[in-house]
């Protein structure tokens, strides 16, 4: 992203606060309790900033032109409701602004609190008119509700979905089985409730916010160069992008950019809906992954697939929690009675947007080396490897990938990639449908598949010869990221 492609941001506050006189203590403690809050919940991260007159207006200064700049330069317009503010000339003439900017609160500035439906004399009840008749408030009306509603709020300020509720036990049960016309036809297929697994791993958290800076860095190798163990990191169009606080003095990609020009932070949602920002963001993504394999004996060679290294110069043996032990890497005999080669438990992976979610695509496969490092030359290989993952069955293919998912979580439920910043978390358990056909009695059981006997690199090996190859080819060049 160019200057010209994204200018940086004007906004200044993440909120103005327009209330009325009659509120200002209980505003005034709502602004503090605000700005003791982080844009993320980290406290390494920036701290939340509101525009509030008290503060930000000066004696001397012209009110009418400081508001103006205040609500210009705030992400977000915060109204107090009660009696007071609906008849007061000054709120009015701020929320006013807003709604002549924003008719229909489509960029959603506007967030409405309702404090008090009562004057404080009594007399009098609240009218709402438009627009706050028709927009969603948050309820502080409630001494005791103060706490959940201001997290609500601070969702909103930061950008963050609202959690949903926790899964309960199923009280309805399943739904009567009813077999069509036909059924009795040995060729159609069964009427059973049949759960499908995908190969995606479903993101179940993402930082909220990219971060971004002018770099005289223009290769990885340079900006590696400078920061040891970086986070994930990519370089676009002059610019450093990453998921660290580079306004953070511990950040440490701090040293590869210019501090001058470090922009305020764009949330993650806005690059997902960007076409552009979106393939930078699922590159930036891949890059924090493969830090994460990196201390995992996993190296990612140039095709992009990811395999398990040797360990020590010998076979590497690999276990997940209680799972039986799996060779991941094996040195062969060449068929050809001429040296050895070797075979590698493979994957290629990747982060995907399918419609409106990020999910972790796993594609297992297998890899062959001629010295453990650096894959076998020419495209015969490729179609081998291509041809044993074309040999597995079903339940070949679902040890795998289980297998694969359990590595990356290292035996826990979640997959949690250090970004820098917050981490990204992805659910090892692959995404499911249902469907209402399939074969009755034809069940596989994910937990018995990963204590079977696993003779797969033998297999693999069985037909391979490693020859010259009459072509002459460039030498494929590897990624090594290393291992912890």
Same mark, same amino acid.
């Given at each position: 992203?160019?200057?010209?492609?994204?200018?940086?941001?004007?906004?200044?506050?993440?909120?103005?606060?327009?209330?009325?006189?009659?509120?200002?203590?209980?505003?005034?403690?709502?602004?503090?309790?605000?700005?003791?809050?982080?844009?993320? $919940?980290?406290?390494?991260?920036?701290?939340?900033?509101?525009?509030?007159?008290?503060?930000?207006?000066?004696?001397?200064?012209?009110?009418?032109?400081?508001?103006?700049?205040?609500?210009?330069?705030?992400?977000?317009?915060?109204?107090?409701?009660?009696?007071?503010?609906?008849?007061?000339?000054?709120?009015? /003439?701020?929320?006013?602004?807003?709604?002549?900017?924003?008719?229909?609160?489509?960029?959603?500035?506007?967030?409405?609190?309702?404090?008090?439906?009562?004057?404080?004399?009594?007399? #009098?009840?609240?009218?709402?008119?438009?627009?706050? *008749?028709?927009?969603?408030?948050?309820? /502080?009306?409630?001494k005791e509700d103060f706490v959940p509603i201001f997290r609500e709020?601070?969702?909103?300020?930061?950008?963050?979905?609202? #959690?949903?509720?926790?899964?309960?036990?199923?009280?309805?049960?399943?739904?009567?089985?009813?077999?069509?016309?036909?059924?009795?036809?040995?060729?159609?297929?069964?009427?059973?409730?049949?759960?499908?697994?995908?190969?995606?791993?479903?993101?179940?958290?993402?930082?909220?916010?990219?971060?971004?800076?002018?770099?005289?860095?223009?290769?990885?190798?340079?900006?590696?160069?400078?920061?040891?163990?970086?986070?994930?990191?990519?370089?676009?169009?002059?610019?450093?992008?990453?998921?660290?606080?580079?306004?953070?003095?511990?950040?440490?990609?701090?040293?590869?950019?210019?501090?001058?020009?470090?922009?305020?932070?764009?949330?993650?949602?806005?690059?997902?809906?960007?076409?552009?920002?979106?393939?930078?963001?699922?590159?930036?993504?891949?890059?924090?992954?493969?830090?994460?394999?990196?201390?995992?004996?996993?190296?990612?060679?140039?095709?992009? *697939?990811?395999?398990?290294?040797?360990?020590?110069?010998?076979?590497?043996?690999?276990?997940?929690?209680?799972?039986?032990?799996?060779?991941?890497?094996?040195?062969?005999?060449?068929?050809?009675?001429?040296?050895?080669?070797?075979?590698?438990?493979?994957?290629?992976?990747?982060? *995907?947007?399918? $419609?409106?979610?990020?999910?972790?695509?796993?594609?297992?496969?297998?890899? /062959?080396?001629?010295?453990?490092?650096?894959?076998?030359?020419?495209?015969?290989?490729?179609?081998?490897?291509?041809?044993?993952?074309?040999?597995?069955?079903?339940?070949?293919?679902?040890?795998?990938?289980?297998?694969?998912?359990?590595?990356?979580?290292?035996? $826990?439920?979640?997959?949690?990639?250090?970004?820098?910043?917050?981490?990204?978390?992805?659910?090892?358990?692959?995404?499911?449908?249902?469907?209402?056909?399939?074969?009755?009695?034809?069940?596989?059981?994910?937990?018995?598949?990963?204590?079977?006997?696993?003779?797969?690199?033998?297999?693999?090996?069985?037909?391979?010869?490693?020859?010259?190859? #009459?072509?002459?080819?460039?030498?494929?060049?590897?990624?090594?990221?290393?291992?912890?």
């Amino acid at each position: 992203m160019s200057d010209q492609a994204i200018p940086p941001p004007v906004e200044n506050k993440d909120a103005y606060l327009c209330y009325n006189k009659a509120d200002r203590d209980w505003v005034k403690d709502l602004a503090e309790q605000l700005e003791s809050e982080t844009i993320d $919940g980290s406290s390494n991260s920036r701290h939340l900033s509101v525009f509030l007159d008290l503060w930000d207006i000066d004696s001397g200064e012209s009110l009418i032109h400081k508001m103006n700049e205040g609500m210009k330069n705030s992400r977000h317009v915060i109204t107090v409701l009660s009696p007071e503010f609906m008849k007061a000339p000054w709120p009015t /003439f701020e929320w006013t602004h807003i709604v002549c900017l924003d008719p229909m609160n489509a960029q959603r500035r506007l967030v409405p609190l309702l404090l008090r439906d009562v004057s404080k004399d009594g007399k #009098e009840r609240i009218d709402l008119c438009a627009p706050f *008749r028709g927009l969603k408030y948050l309820d /502080f009306r409630r001494k005791e509700d103060f706490v959940p509603i201001f997290r609500e709020l601070v969702c909103r300020l930061r950008g963050q979905k609202q #959690e949903r509720g926790v899964l309960r036990p199923p009280l309805a049960g399943a739904a009567p089985l009813v077999r069509g016309d036909g059924a009795e036809e040995s060729w159609r297929p069964d009427s059973v409730e049949e759960v499908l697994l995908s190969n995606l791993l479903p993101v179940e958290s993402l930082p909220p916010m990219v971060w971004g800076a002018k770099t005289e860095a223009r290769e990885k190798s340079q900006v590696v160069a400078l920061v040891k163990q970086a986070p994930g990191f990519i370089l676009k169009e002059g610019r450093l992008y990453t998921f660290e606080n580079l306004e953070s003095p511990t950040a440490v990609l701090r040293a590869a950019v210019n501090l001058q020009t470090i922009d305020k932070p764009i949330p993650t949602k806005v690059w997902l809906e960007h076409d552009d920002w979106r393939k930078w963001l699922m590159n930036l993504l891949n890059r924090c992954l493969a830090g994460h394999l990196s201390h995992l004996a996993i190296k990612k060679e140039k095709g992009g *697939r990811y395999f398990f290294r040797p360990k020590d110069g010998q076979n590497r043996v690999w276990q997940n929690g209680n799972d039986k032990e799996r060779e991941v890497a094996a040195i062969k005999p060449n068929l050809s009675g001429d040296g050895h080669f070797w075979v590698h438990h493979a994957a290629r992976i990747n982060f *995907r947007r399918v $419609g409106k979610s990020v999910f972790l695509q796993v594609e297992p496969t297998y890899l /062959f080396t001629g010295d453990g490092e650096i894959p076998l030359e020419g495209q015969s290989t490729n179609r081998l490897s291509m041809m044993w993952s074309g040999r597995q069955k079903n339940p070949d293919i679902l040890r795998n990938l289980v297998f694969w998912a359990k590595t990356m979580a290292r035996s $826990g439920e979640s997959i949690t990639i250090d970004t820098g910043g917050q981490p990204i978390v992805v659910s090892a358990v692959p995404a499911t449908t249902k469907v209402n056909v399939g074969i009755e009695g034809d069940a596989v059981r994910i937990g018995s598949l990963m204590h079977q006997l696993d003779h797969e690199l033998d297999d693999a090996a069985k037909d391979v010869v490693v020859a010259e190859s #009459e072509e002459t080819e460039d030498e494929e060049v590897t990624e090594d990221i290393g291992e912890n």
